[in-house]
């Protein structure tokens, strides 16, 4: 079901690593040029034409874009009380680990008189995009939208594809979360048509975004790579992935269990053991064989298990493991060793690190208080999962008194003449002049 990579005596470099665990293929060029048309059509069209595209790409027609006030009310009202209850928990923890994200002003004394502050401001107005398909992602509406919330965000928008089974809106779990955040502007739009709905705006009907953020399928990761500079955006997010490094002390029953998780995404989903221990390789085949067949999603399951994209990879040692999986920079990052707390200390490059048997990947993907919104395909080697910092930029202010600047004017000039742009030097020795 899924294969074995022996990396025992190796010593590969980050590039040798890779090239044992490749990803699956994932083309963003080519999807870039199919979606072309669309970002055409919704830059240039009106909401008529997005009603056009849920008909082409999600088979039905939605009663209007905008999702009514209605709709969102009678979701939350129509909730399952145990969903409701398990949302307010999950949200309830986000946001006391959010909150600790927030940033305060920085006030630097260069010199006498003259002074640097740093200050956090929010983006004016953020779309925010939770995908359907395969799945319901309730989830995603509050990775989302509370560190939004909490950076003061003032405009933020949210959408989802229309669904076939719900007149054309959205999922009611997505709305009632939605409605459960206090968010009031829904669209019932997906795919690359949602990204470009809120980079280019639609006159009457959706004001253009600053940044986009949200995971979603390879169409979704094609506009955000089109449309950025338009709009900033979070990441490409591609498909999930996890990885686990485990000694002779794990338990292969929870190690599958994690495994088969993230492969019930997606049929691209990555999943990777990088262990020491023969035996518990040989045990975590025999658990995979026994629950993949008695899971809901057990073809989807077996397909993504059996791809280049997952292995189990056999090490000589920790370190060698250590070695692996910081190359290998996983979306998400198991720790399930006998010194797990000390080798989590040792990684660099991964999306969210869970140690120890009692913190698997699940738990962060809905209640953990961390965010899920994580860096994908070896991005966690330079990108940073979705936070409160996402939506703040930092802007310095100067202010320097006349003194100051009096004792700083020559330098600029000297090094202004140093690089031949004498008009910045006679812009300082113009105050000179004139005081």
């Not at 048509?193 to 986009?212: R, S």
């Not at 990885?243 to 794990?250: F, R, Y």
């Amino acid at each position: 079901m899924i294969r074995t990579v022996d990396l025992r005596g190796k010593s590969l470099d980050k590039a040798g690593y890779l090239e044992q665990l490749p990803r699956a293929s994932l083309d963003v060029a080519q999807a870039m040029v199919a979606i072309e048309p669309i970002l055409k059509r919704v830059r240039e069209g009106s909401e008529s034409d997005l009603i056009a595209l849920a008909v082409e790409f999600d088979g039905v027609t939605p009663p209007s874009i905008r999702v009514p006030q209605s709709a969102l009310d009678a979701a939350l009202s129509g909730l399952d009380p145990k969903i409701r209850a398990a949302l307010e928990i999950s949200i309830e923890r986000i946001r006391k680990v959010h909150l600790d994200q927030r940033r305060v002003d920085t006030k630097t004394v260069v010199v006498d008189g003259g002074v640097v502050t740093e200050r956090w401001i929010p983006v004016d107005r953020v779309g925010l995009y939770v995908p359907g398909g395969r799945a319901v992602y309730p989830s995603s509406v509050i990775m989302n939208v509370v560190p939004a919330q909490i950076a003061e965000v003032p405009s933020i928008a949210v959408a989802s594809p229309p669904q076939k089974e719900f007149g054309g809106l959205p999922h009611p779990t997505i709305l009632a979360t939605c409605a459960l955040l206090g968010i009031t502007e829904v669209y019932a739009v997906g795919g690359a048509q949602a990204i470009a709905l809120f980079a280019y705006g639609v006159k009457d009907l959706c004001q253009k975004c600053d940044l986009v953020t949200g995971p979603g399928n390879i169409y979704v990761a094609a506009a955000k790579r089109a449309l950025r500079g338009i709009i900033g955006i979070d990441s490409e997010a591609g498909p999930t992935e996890i990885a686990v490094l485990a000694d002779e002390s794990a338990n292969a029953a929870d190690v599958a269990s994690d495994l088969i998780s993230q492969a019930e995404h997606d049929v691209i989903a990555a999943a990777i053991l990088v262990t020491t221990s023969e035996k518990l390789a040989a045990d975590v085949e025999k658990e995979l064989a026994l629950r993949v067949a008695k899971t809901k999603h057990s073809d989807r399951i077996r397909e993504a298990l059996g791809g280049k994209q997952s292995a189990i990879a056999l090490v000589d040692s920790i370190e060698q493991g250590l070695d692996v999986v910081n190359a290998y920079a996983a979306e998400h990052l198991e720790i399930q060793t006998e010194n797990s707390a000390a080798d989590a200390r040792k990684i660099r490059n991964a999306g969210a690190v869970f140690i120890g048997r009692f913190s698997p990947v699940s738990l962060g993907d809905y209640s953990a208080g961390s965010n899920h919104v994580l860096p994908t395909g070896g991005c966690a080697c330079h990108s940073s999962g979705l936070s409160v910092q996402t939506f703040l930029r930092g802007l310095h202010f100067i202010e320097y008194s006349e003194a100051a600047f009096r004792d700083i004017a020559q330098t600029v000039i000297t090094l202004a003449n140093s690089e031949d742009l004498p008009a910045h030097g006679e812009a300082m020795s113009a105050r000179l002049e004139n005081s």
